[in-house]
């Protein structure tokens, strides 16, 4: 089927195809659309496609012109640039279709009955859309600038300016490449012609009145080469009525000066056709100075001032400032824009060099950018700043050419400000960032506020002290930063001096009493000082101004920020509210460490109470560990215990309360003083210390749920003489123990999952095993924190454990442990971790001096402990 034919029979169906439509019968604008088609180079394009993509925070732009199809001229984002597709499925065809002045705002395009149904919404391209159409000086819509990202977002009025306003410069950019290649073509035209012939000659005769043309020069005035009649009134014949007067009178001033004459004149074809014509002549003057003839030359200048005249008229009308200089940097031509934009009138310009007209141009980038064009022969563009009496930013590209130099140019002070403001912006939250970053990431809170002056300056201020108070009420300055490296000294001298030398009525001290912000000029700061040293370097660091700011906890000042600006140096209020936002977030940062330094102090001694030393039986080494989540008070439910039965035995214990809170704490704390109670007591083996661990939760009501592993290590006298000892162990739901054998290798005792955990069930049936162990053999028990981790799951931290165990085998075992847990959790678990785990040392031979001295509790009789 036609294509044109399915899009008649669509017409009307939608917002997009009833816009293709009237933009497809308005021939006048398809043909304005087509005549700014860019060929080849599209930077100028591109760069403002990307800088309104900057501007607006978008993930995509583009640049689109709407002929009988879309091409996408320039952007970012989607669409390929280059690649052209139907009027019906675009976004841009609905703006171009707009009245004159609108955009096109869609904040959720899914949901908007203009757009939801084009291919670029549906396929999630596009979530938000902003687009204003690109009119030329004849109020011709030739197409759409616009931004989108994929999901929906608001647009704000300051927005929708912007955009307009890079519409225009678009505009511009696609007008002054169409207008150089129509120069060009017509340029080329022009020399072809005169290469071909199109020069005439014409010589008059003072004596006799014969007026002698060629046949190129009698073609040009339209006669036929007979019609000529030779003579003066044949050639003001054909002129232009309106240029007759002027034309015979240059003619005269010749014949009396005997000089050269040059004019460029309009001649009338009979048809009504009008034709210019470009004459030169000279003189022949006899003896006695009279002229007896004057020899000359025409040619036809009609598509040369054709063509002038249409660059006159686009310049004119183009929405950007232009002006062109000649060799001698001399104005030739100003446009109205540019008399507007430059304060000045065409009449004040034309002739005047631009380093007399504006100075300040003369050793900028002005001066450096437009002779860099000028010796390269290649176009430059870039921004700057005029100072007053223009007082404004500037967008300009310069291009080279044969008589010197053209430039057009855009003010662009108040894009530059929303740009300058987002910078800021992204300044400022990047600011905050890092700060908060230092907080969360040091150990020490006080060192990392001591840092704090490096972020704040010189973003914020041009120097900058940081006070803390200590834990008995003391301030003192802990760090200070200066923009200006050769006053650093200065500044660190003054900061270590000012504290003792401080009244009670200066801004430091208020602020620490009252927790207001105090704001005062350089010389009252100086001024509060006593005589001395102190007072000194305040005059010579010279503040213009000083800023106390209070970093407040919760209910207290903990510390000052203090800012200080030199002088030229302005403190934005925006600044300052940074400033203040950065001086809350590190009070908050100080509270919360002290809070965390009191928990962490009560939480350790409590866990000192409960986690107690091991025994050291005879030959069997014992060595644990407790290591608290990085991310919590330093107190959990994790335990572990190793302790010794009345009949001898030694057994070990690993448990986990469900939980990461003090109440875990607590739990684990009950839990273990049963356990230990009901295995000492009984002389019971792990299952029935399980059995009766269940029982007593249930007995007393405890709602607590834990795992545990139970490991008892028994050892006959046959086993003795064998180098054998058996470990006879239970498991309620916890991971179960690893073995390394005395030839490194690395068993994991999983002959089941594990039984119920702790305080479901108390009848639940419950599970011993036994396995039988070299002397020489290590058995760890660990809790999760040890292998879990949030980036992978518990079979991957399992296997990461026996690879590290297999290669840490021979080591010591207190060394074995340690490094253990650095390699696994670097010395900072996600959770809780404990460790307990015994080295079964050879019997045939003394205690090894690395497994310490025996401890054995005195209630147990040395007959008792197998080996002994």
Known sequence: MDPSSDRAVRAGTSPADRAAVRLRQDQVRVDAARRVLPEGGRAGLDRLADLAARLMGTAGSQVSLLVDHQLVAAGTGVAEVGSIGPLEESLCTVTAALPAGESLVVPDARNDPRVQDLPPVRAGAVGSYLGTALTDGQGQSVGALCVFDPEPRPWARSEIDTLQQLAGSVMTELE???????????????????????????????????????????????????????????????????????????????????????????????????????????????????????????????????????????????????????????????????????????????????????????????????????????????????????????????????????????????????????????????????????????????????????????????????????????????????????????????????????????????????????????????????????????????????IVLPMRGRNRTLGLLTVYYAEGTPAREEDLSTAQDVAERVGLALDNARLYGAQQQLAEGLQRSLLTEPPEPDHAEIAVRYLPAAEAARVGGDWYDAFMQPGGTTMLVIGDVVGHDTEAAAAMGQLRGLLRGIATYSDAGPVEVLRGLDTSMTTLQMSTLATAAIARFEQTPDEFARGLTRMRWANAGHLPPLVINPDGSVAELAEWNGDLLLGVDSDVRRRESVVTLDRGATVLLYTDGLVERRDSDLDEGIFRLREALIELAGLPLEELLDELLERLVHGRPDDDVALVAVRLHPQDRPRPPEAGPNRVPSTVPPERIPGA
Request: aromatic residues 10%.
């Open 176 to 546: 002054l490449s169409a207008l150089l290649r129509r120069y060009e073509d017509d340029r080329v035209r022009f020399e072809l012609a005169t290469e071909a012939g199109g020069v005439g000659t014409w010589d008059w005769d003072q004596k006799t009145g014969e007026l002698t043309w060629d046949e190129q020069l009698i073609a040009m005035f339209g006669y036929e080469p007979d019609g000529f009649g030779r003579t003066i009134d044949a050639f003001d014949a054909r002129l232009h009525p309106d240029d007759r007067p002027w034309v015979n009178e240059a003619l005269q001033q010749a014949l009396d000066t005997g000089g050269g004459y040059d004019a460029t004149y309009r001649v009338v074809w009979p048809s009504g056709e009008t034709r210019w014509i470009h004459a030169r002549g000279r003189c022949v003057l006899d003896t006695a100075g009279r002229t007896t003839r004057i020899l000359g030359t025409a040619y036809d200048v009609t598509g040369e001032r054709e063509a002038a005249t249409l660059v006159t008229r686009v310049l004119e009308a183009m929405p950007a400032g232009f002006y062109s200089l000649d060799r001698d940097w001399r104005f030739t031509y100003v446009n109205a824009v540019a008399e507007r934009l430059l304060q000045s009138s065409r009449d004040e310009l034309l002739g005047r060099e631009l380093w007399e007209a504006f100075p300040d141009a003369m050793n900028s980038v002005f001066e450096e950018s437009y002779r860099e064009a000028v010796r390269t022969g290649e176009p430059v563009s870039f921004d700057a700043y005029y100072p007053a009496p223009l007082d404004g930013w500037y967008e300009l590209r310069a291009w080279p050419t044969p008589d010197g130099l053209s430039v057009y140019f855009l003010e662009v002070t108040e894009r530059r400000s929303v740009q300058d403001q987002a910078e800021r912006s992204a300044r400022r939250l990047a600011l905050l960032a890092g700060v908060s970053a230092d907080l969360a990431g040091a150990l020490d809170t006080r060192t990392a506020t001591a840092h704090l002056p490096q972020l704040v300056v010189p973003a914020l201020a041009d120097f900058c002290i940081v006070t803390v108070v200590d834990a008995d009420g003391r301030p003192g300055d802990v760090g200070c930063w200066h923009a200006d490296e050769e006053m650093r000294p200065v500044l660190e001298r003054y900061m270590h001096l000012r504290m003792d030398a401080m009244p009670p009525d200066s801004p430091a001290a208020i602020a620490l009493r009252t927790g207001e912000a105090i704001r005062r000029n350089g010389r009252e700061v100086s001024s509060l000082l006593p005589p001395g040293e102190a007072r000194d370097l305040a005059v010579q660091l010279a503040p213009r101004e000083a």
